[in-house]
């Protein structure tokens, strides 16, 4: 096996000096046992051999180092064929030893023949290219990188892609449900309602719109008797509300309860939006509202005693305002969905010092950068 030149001289370096440190203890423990009388020799002898046949009973193959093969092989030539019983390895291993340091010591680098591999950064870009647009074909991607100053020939690229088991674009894999929902994401609007329990045992529900594309929230009311009339009506509060942007919904998910009538319907219908209904008992289709359901119940409401409707009220539109301005989200890249200004990172993180601004009285706290 052929090694890199570096690769050689490093490992000759280690092993050399790591080797000239253990023979030279080993010459010293050498001329130590020569001052010693032979009785000593002898009774140390067979205290080794025993402490041999003990660690043979236990451990099956030892683990060596490269040093330690280095001075086994060094002390073989010291014996007669005959004394390498003393070894715990076999002659042939010691042998073997032998052989694979003399190939170290004289493997000189070479220059594998073809011609040279392909970059990484290059293939990288390609496997890339190829899987964010999947209707990509050779020339494409070849002539997207050259736009980009990377002279990579539609061989090359039809190459990489076979390495990596991706086939041409009218055969490569679209793509998946995350990315096309995100793509899509602009426009899709989800409502849902919710119920939150009083501390009276009265229970009232909260109905609320969320965008996808920015996790946007609107709590478009609160009600002990939700009706459909009620739930109509809340929509076209909203869409007055909305003003232009409400021509920019194109799509409603909602689930299948009865509170949403025709006449709810209707109110998006108007705005050229397709009502989409979910499928029975499929809370996973509409999975984004469900989702800010779970986060208002743990984060407010479940911590939180309500008294009445007023309260409520007055709680969720203090929750809406933290969710939508602060709050940061995971699907937007850890930003809220109303970012405040971008602010210049600081230039000395010893001075920074942080702002607490608590809301619902001290149940969350929100942190800022104090001037």
Known sequence: ???????????????????????????????????????????????????????????????????????????????????????????????????????????????????????????????????ENPSWGYQRISGELAGIGLRVPPSTVRDILKRARLGPAPRRAGPSWSQFLKAQAEGIWACDLFHVDTVYLKRLYVLFFIEHATRMVHIAGVTAHPTGTWVVQQARNLVMDLGEQAEGIRFLIRDRDAKFTAVFDEVFISLGARVVKTPVRAPQANAVAERWVGTVRRECTDRLLIYGEGHLCRILKAYQRHYNRHRPHRARDRRPPQPPPASAPPSDLDQVRLQRRQILDGLINQYRRAA
Do not use: C, N
């Not at 000096?17 to 010693?36: A, E, H, K, N, P």
């Not at 402490?51 to 030539?77: F, H, I, N, Y």
């Not at 715990?88 to 291993?93: G, M, R, S």
């Open 1 to 131: 096996m052929w090694l890199e030149h570096d690769e050689v001289s490093g490992i000759l370096l280690t092993v050399s000096w790591s080797s000239l440190y253990l023979i030279l203890g080993r010459v010293f423990q050498l001329l130590v046992l020569l001052g010693r009388g032979d009785r000593a020799k002898a009774a140390e002898i067979v205290v080794l051999r025993h402490q041999v046949a003990v660690l043979r009973r236990q451990v099956k193959r030892p683990d060596l180092q490269p040093v330690d093969r280095v001075v086994l092989a060094a002390l073989s030539r010291l014996l007669s064929r005959s004394s390498w019983e003393v070894f715990f390895v076999t002659p042939a291993t010691l042998l073997r030893w032998h052989r694979a340091l003399v190939t170290r010591r004289w493997t000189y680098p070479s220059k594998r023949p073809g011609r040279p591999s392909t970059r990484t950064e290059i293939r990288e870009a390609v496997l890339r290219l190829a899987r």
